[in-house]
């Protein structure tokens, strides 16, 4: 999944690159998805909702999280980009 988004020029600085190599998508999904967990697709399951990682990436790059700033993710869903952030 990671190497898709590089290749795809989805994410590109070490930071965001590293986030994403840390943080296990499977963590966040009832059961796992089998293969398509590390698919650039969108996942749900019931009232579960995980928006493609390819969407997470651009908005975490454009971001530009450095130490020190404070992130708000209002309506935070399973908290992928919220563990995501943190790593940063």
């Known amino acids: 999944m990671v190497d898709y988004m590089r290749a795809k020029n989805i994410i590109s600085s070490d930071p965001v690159i590293h986030a ?5 998508r499977a963590y966040f999904l009832k059961g796992g998805e089998g293969a398509n ?6 996942i749900r399951d019931g009232i579960l909702h995980l928006s493609a990682p390819g ?4 908005a975490i790059e454009a971001l530009n999280f450095s130490a020190g700033l404070s992130f708000l993710n209002v ?3 399973t ?3 919220s563990a995501i952030a943190a790593q940063l």
């Open 20 to 24: 994403f190599n840390a943080i296990d």
């Open 37 to 42: 967990t590390y698919l650039n697709i969108p």
């Open 55 to 58: 969407i997470y990436g651009l």
């Open 75 to 77: 309506g935070s869903g």
């Open 79 to 81: 908290g992928y980009v």
